[in-house]
């Protein structure tokens, strides 16, 4: 013979049998979705350089089979969203602006060792807290770049 402890839940002076599932936590409702904010637009005189670096994102994109770029390249789109706030908002001094516009010139012309000299400049002159969210994002970019521009001559 097996023995077993019965459990009984005493309710309304009334014993019923335990049913662990009609304790269970009600699901917790959704939380509201929040509004989404409204961004500023990025100004005007920004947008060349912007457009140059999305172009050789996309351009990385349509080349590359490599998971790992595609991967990388995702999280290169998020770095350039980075970008986009700091730019709307004029959060990025003006050296740190005319290098991203030359690094953009290197970039539309498939100069991509002279790009990751620039970038290098930058990462070595400018203030950590000023780039940090989006320097990195570009770099990844530019040694893609090279890497596939080498191979495939895009």
Request: glycine share 4%; aromatic share 8%; hydrophobic share 35%.
């Amino acid at each position: 013979k097996q023995w077993y402890q019965r459990r009984v839940v005493i309710t309304a002076g009334v014993q019923q049998p335990y049913n662990p599932n009609s304790y269970a936590a009600a699901p917790p409702e959704p939380a509201p979705t929040p509004a989404p904010v409204e961004k500023p637009s990025v100004p005007d005189h920004y947008l060349p350089m912007l457009n140059a670096l999305e172009s050789a994102t996309n351009d990385c994109k349509n080349v590359s089979q490599n998971p790992t770029h595609r991967r990388k390249l995702e999280e290169v789109t998020a770095k350039l969203e980075a970008l986009k706030d700091r730019l709307r908002y004029d959060c990025v001094s003006g050296a740190v602006v005319e290098n991203l516009n030359n690094i953009a010139s290197a970039i539309s012309v498939k100069d991509y060792n002279q790009a990751l000299y620039i970038h290098s400049h930058v990462a070595q002159t400018a203030n950590f807290s000023e780039v940090g969210s989006f320097l990195p994002g570009i770099k990844v970019l530019l040694q893609i770049g090279a890497q596939l521009h080498t191979v495939h001559h895009y």
